[in-house]
């Protein structure tokens, strides 16, 4: 974890303590494809508020479960305010894509919006499940967070 302000900070690497969700086409170090890239410079960046906290995702290779896990370990508070951003669900299984799903509801989020490489099925899936929490994020997309 590296802290850029008393309220802001990013993750670092993220430890895999559950089974990822997803990640689809492997990941190479190499031009041969001959390395497998573990993706261990995946991370997320974390605002405390007052209200819980914000979680802004980057492609989520860690999963979305290890990921918050992750951002929340660093903090006094288990509400999440709002997590934002790729999910990497493109070929998750409905299994997946509700452990995400209970992970989201066991913390609360208020407000969540994935982004790029969630999936259009996974993005079905979380706006049916928290459609009051549900907001579509795409380039251009501003969220107003009261009182964070």
């Not at 999440?80 to 799903?101: I, K, N, P, Q, W």
């Not at 049916?128 to 107003?144: C, E």
Request: charged fraction near 20%; hydrophobic fraction near 40%.
């Amino acid at each position: 974890m590296t802290r850029l302000h008393p309220a802001v900070f990013v993750t670092g690497e993220i430890q895999r303590l559950a089974p990822t969700e997803a990640l689809g086409d492997p990941f190479y170090l190499d031009s041969r494809c001959s390395v497998a890239d573990p993706l261990s410079d995946d991370q997320a960046l974390v605002v405390d508020t007052q209200d819980g906290a914000v979680v802004l995702l980057g492609c989520s290779h860690s999963g979305v479960g290890n990921t918050l896990a992750s951002a929340m370990s660093h903090l006094s508070t288990r509400k999440l305010r709002a997590v934002v951003g790729g999910m990497h669900l493109e070929d998750a299984s409905l299994d997946a894509m509700t452990r995400v799903g209970n992970a989201l509801e066991e913390l609360g989020a208020l407000t969540i919006c994935p982004c790029h490489c969630t999936g259009d099925k996974a993005k079905e899936y979380l706006r049916r499940r928290f459609p009051k929490a549900y907001v579509h994020g795409s380039v251009g997309t501003v969220l107003k967070l009261s009182g964070a």
